[in-house]
Structures are given as structure tokens and as C-alpha cells.
């Protein structure tokens, strides 16, 4: 069974379809795109630390166009942000830092997602595995070109301010299974403004993902 998740969901949002549920039950194997585990998580922060942090000659808002700095600012006032401590950052880390004040700013959680709610609610017996190490997911947005990262950036200022329900909107286009609607809310801002970007985070992961999906279906066993 394929089930696309949300990484962070607002508690008590029913989203499990009894199709899921059963899934579980039956069960070998589990696949998440990270383990899913507190040593996980932790490897992903210190990772994230010791990439993210621009050199000490050097502000995020430099790199920005004139708008874009602005636009940093007062998202950073929005959101409780600390301007001082974006300005360390960089481009990837900031956006990374972003998007998770307006998940919290919406109510959602972490441990109310996809992957923890299942991890946490599947037998025991399931082996829990994953198609990525938490160094190689820092890697892949570490690694992008800064002027990818730039303008990734940029665009995500621009929606945080001019759609602020936009989490909203994704999170409700993924209840309905609208896929159209999740391309539009999803994928075609970073397609648009960033498809270098867009090519090392969705098109190259998806076809990495997929030769490890096509060699366990080619063992046994339920997945």
C-alpha cells in the first residue's frame, strides 16, 4: 500500500481511512522517507546545524533581492521569528525554519503527522525502514545551488504573506485526494520559481525512491 503523508498535521484531525488501519495490521514492513526514531530526529538538528549557518561575513538578507529582505523582516515580526538568528542562516535552513512557524501558527504538530501517528500505532512485529539517512536528506538541500536556494526562498516569502492559509489549503486538498489541487499547492510554486530545486528534491528522490520500491516488490511479504 502507497499512502502519501503530511509531515505535520493539527491533533484530532481525522484523516486514517479504514483501508490504512487494515494495512497496518497486516503488515512486514513499513517505509517512511527518514527513520522514525529520537535519534533520528536528532541527527537531522545537528545536521542541520552544522550545514545551515551561512559563513560569519556573510547575512540572509544580503543575498536577498531589496523586496525579499524586506519581506523577511516582517515575516520574521509575524511569526516570532528572531530576524537576528535568519540572518545566520542559510537560504534552505531559513525557508526550513519558515514553513515550521506557519505549520505551528496553524495548530499542527509533528507528532500528530503521518509517519509518528503510524509508527507509532503499527504492530511491533513491522519492521520500520526508510529510504533515506537523515545525512543525505540535509545533503540534498544543503547541496543545492545557493541561487536555487535564493529563489525558492524568495517565492515562499512572497505565498507566506500574500496566502497565509496556503497550509490550510494543502492539508485540505489531501483530504480530499484532490491531486490536482496538491500540484497547484504543492509542487508548482518550487516548479516555477526554483526547477533546478524542484528537480533535485522531487523528480531525482522520486526515481530514487522508486528503484527501492521496485526491488521489494520483487521480494515477499506485505509492505
Do not use: C
Not at 44 to 69: C, I, M
Not at 142 to 163: M, R, V, Y
Request: glycine fraction near 6%; proline fraction near 7%; charge should be negative.
Amino acid at each position: 500500500m502507497l499512502f502519501g503523508s503530511v509531515h505535520v498535521l493539527p491533533p484530532g484531525l481525522d484523516w486514517r481511512p479504514p483501508a490504512l488501519t487494515q494495512a497496518l495490521g497486516e503488515a512486514d514492513d513499513l517505509w517512511f522517507e527518514l527513520p522514525i526514531d529520537p535519534a533520528a530526529d536528532l541527527e537531522v538538528a545537528q545536521a542541520a546545524v552544522a550545514r545551515g549557518y551561512l559563513p560569519p561575513d556573510k547575512t540572509l538578507s544580503s543575498l536577498l533581492s531589496a523586496d525579499g529582505a524586506r519581506r523577511l523582516a516582517r515575516v520574521a515580526e509575524t511569526y516570532g521569528l528572531s530576524i537576528a538568528l535568519l540572518e545566520r542562516l542559510e537560504p534552505w535552513f531559513a525557508e526550513v525554519a519558515l514553513a515550521g512557524a506557519t505549520y505551528r501558527a496553524a495548530g499542527a504538530e509533528a507528532n500528530a503527522g503521518v509517519e509518528k501517528s503510524i509508527s507509532a500505532e503499527a504492530p511491533a512485529s513491522a519492521a520500520r525502514r526508510a529510504f533515506e539517512t537523515p545525512a543525505e536528506q540535509i545533503a540534498l538541500f544543503d547541496g543545492a545551488p545557493l541561487d536555487e536556494q535564493i529563489a525558492s526562498l524568495e517565492d515562499s516569502l512572497k505565498e507566506i504573506e500574500s496566502d497565509p492559509d496556503a497550509y490550510a489549503k494543502l492539508v485540505s486538498a489531501w483530504m480530499r485526494g484532490d491531486v490536482n489541487a496538491l500540484d497547484k499547492e504543492a509542487l508548482q510554486p518550487l516548479r516555477k520559481a526554483s526547477p533546478g530545486l524542484y528537480e533535485r528534491l522531487v523528480t531525482r528522490r522520486n526515481a530514487a525512491w522508486a528503484e527501492v520500491l521496485d526491488q521489494r516488490l520483487k521480494g515477499s511479504g506485505r509492505t
